[in-house]
C-alpha cells in the first residue's frame, strides 16, 4: 500500500511521516530524488536522494521515474526501481509529494497497487509563521515562492482521499494511524 502525503511546504509533512514511521513496525518512507542541496538534518537516503542536476536529467532521459517535477527551482521525483522494491517488500508506503506528482502516481499505478492520498491543510499565516521558524531558515525571497504555490496546491485537494487539518501533531498523526489501519484492512 503506499500512502501518500501532501500539502504545501511547511504543512508539516515531514514530521507527520517520521511520527508513523516511528510509531508503526509496518511503515517506511521513500525518499524522492532531488537536486537540491542537503539542509541541516537531511540525511541523504533517508530525507531525500541526493543528486546532481546533471544526474537528475539523466534518470529523466533514461525513464527511471514515474514522475518528477521543478519545485522552488530544484527537481524533485520518485524513482521506479525504489518505489516498486518498497512494494514488493509489502510494506505501508509514506510518501510526500506535491499536488501534482500525487495525480501522476495515481494515474500510473491506481490498478497496480492501492493509493491512499491524504492532503494536510495548514492556514497561511500559520504556514508562514512555520516556513519563518524552519532549522534551515529559509530567506525571504524562498518563504514568498513557497507561500505564492498555497493556492494552487489548495485547489487540488479534491483528488485527496482525505483531507486534514494538521494544527496538532498528536491530533493528525493518529487520525492518519486510523485512516492506514481501516485502509490497509479494506485493501
Do not use: W
Not at 537536486?35 to 544526474?55: C, H, L, M, S, W
Amino acid at each position: 500500500m503506499l500512502v501518500i502525503l501532501s500539502g504545501v511546504a511547511g504543512a508539516g509533512k515531514d514530521t507527520i511521516k517520521k511520527e508513523l514511521i516511528s510509531r508503526v513496525e509496518k511503515i517506511e518512507t521513500l525518499p524522492s530524488y532531488t537536486d537540491r542541496e542537503p539542509r541541516a538534518g537531511d540525511i541523504p537516503g533517508q530525507t531525500y536522494n541526493f543528486v546532481t542536476t546533471k544526474e537528475f536529467e539523466e534518470m529523466i532521459k533514461n525513464n527511471e521515474l514515474y514522475e518528477y517535477s521543478v519545485h522552488h527551482n530544484h527537481y524533485y521525483g520518485t524513482s521506479k526501481k525504489l518505489l516498486n522494491e518498497k512494494i514488493s517488500s509489502g510494506k505501508i508506503i509514506v510518501k510526500d509529494i506535491d499536488v501534482n506528482g500525487t495525480q501522476d502516481l495515481i494515474d500510473l499505478l491506481k490498478d497496480e497497487v492501492k493509493i491512499v492520498t491524504i492532503f494536510l491543510r495548514v492556514p497561511k499565516e500559520e504556514l508562514r509563521r512555520r516556513l519563518e521558524n524552519r532549522i534551515d531558515k529559509p530567506n525571504p525571497k524562498e518563504i514568498e515562492l513557497r507561500l505564492n504555490r498555497f493556492d494552487y496546491e489548495e485547489s487540488k485537494i479534491g483528488i485527496y482521499d482525505y483531507v486534514l487539518k494538521n494544527d496538532e501533531l498528536e491530533k493528525t498523526t493518529n487520525i492518519i494511524m486510523t485512516i492506514i489501519e481501516n485502509e490497509y484492512r479494506c485493501r
